[in-house]
Every structure is written in structure tokens, then in C-alpha cells.
């Protein structure tokens, strides 16, 4: 196991955790208030363009950034409308082991979950836009929910939220 990293960016004094500041302090530059938060998850995407498409199209995201990053690499950042919840970096696959990812980052199971506050509404947008529901909705606990794969076969959960 290696060293924890104190906030500075160096391996911490043997035997001391980072663990950030002391209660009540202030918190490290550029961190969120109480802590980190999960800012940007990479999805692995056969080209820009079509996943660009899809995400904001179909699931009503906002393109937050699209930067030439040269060697035909570009930033693409697409986020939930509102500024609420984590937004993805949709990176183009470069090579075979990259490519063949595509769509399998999940290893087969569901491994993104978006929220919704009108099931139907966005079940028939995700549909319209190739999404495909590998299941008809059902009703848990926690609320409606659905699983559907993206056009590159990433497994969704859809869920509205019980409330």
C-alpha cells in the first residue's frame, strides 16, 4: 500500500493519514465545501459527434465543453441541465483495447443511474433516440425504474425517485 498525499501534493509524514484539514478549518483549495465531489466520470465513445447527439438530445444534457486538444483529441464535457449531478467526459477511444471497452465499461451490468422526475416523458425520449429498454418499467421501494442501454450498449438505470 502506498503513502497517503497530503493536500500539498507530497507523500504524508509516515504514519499520518491526509485527511484533509482539522474540523471546522478551512478546506483545501480547490475542493468542494465539505469535501470532494465526484466532478466527471469518462465514458468511452467511438466518436465525438454521435455521443454528443445522444446525450444532449436524448437525455436533455448541456454541452459544458468542446476544446481541440490537438492530434485529434477534444475535451467534450456534457453535464445534466441545471448544473446538478456529475457530468461525463466523453472521450473517443484511440486503440484496440480502448475500442473494444466501448460500451462494456460496466462489465454487462448496470453502472449509471439517472434520476428523472417524469418517467414516461424520458423513457419515450431515451426511445426515440435509440435507446433501448431491456425491461418494461417496475416498482420498487426507492421508485419507477428501467434499465436501457445506450447506443454503444452501456446499461442505464432510469429511476424516478419514490416521493
Not at 507530497?10 to 484539514?21: I, T
Not at 431491456?134 to 416521493?163: C, K, M, S
Amino acid at each position: 500500500m502506498s503513502a497517503p498525499l497530503n493536500p500539498a501534493g507530497g507523500q504524508a509524514p509516515s504514519g499520518l493519514a491526509a485527511s484533509g484539514p482539522a474540523p471546522g478549518g478551512p478546506a483545501p483549495s480547490g475542493s468542494a465545501p465539505g469535501g470532494p465531489q465526484l466532478a466527471l466520470v469518462a465514458l468511452l465513445v467511438p466518436e465525438y459527434a454521435p455521443a454528443i447527439a445522444f446525450f444532449t438530445q436524448a437525455l436533455g444534457f448541456t454541452l459544458r465543453e468542446d476544446r481541440d486538444m490537438g492530434a485529434g483529441k477534444r475535451w467534450v464535457v456534457v453535464a445534466p441541465a441545471g448544473g446538478q449531478g456529475t457530468a461525463l467526459l466523453l472521450a473517443r477511444a484511440s486503440g484496440a483495447e480502448q475500442q473494444a471497452g466501448i460500451g462494456r465499461q460496466g462489465a454487462g451490468r448496470v453502472w449509471l443511474f439517472l434520476h428523472t422526475d417524469d418517467f414516461a416523458r424520458d423513457a419515450a425520449r431515451l426511445q426515440a433516440h435509440g435507446a433501448r429498454f431491456a425491461e418494461p418499467p417496475r416498482h420498487e421501494p426507492y421508485g419507477t425504474v428501467a434499465v436501457f442501454e445506450d447506443p454503444w450498449g452501456n446499461r442505464w438505470d432510469l429511476i424516478q425517485p419514490a416521493g
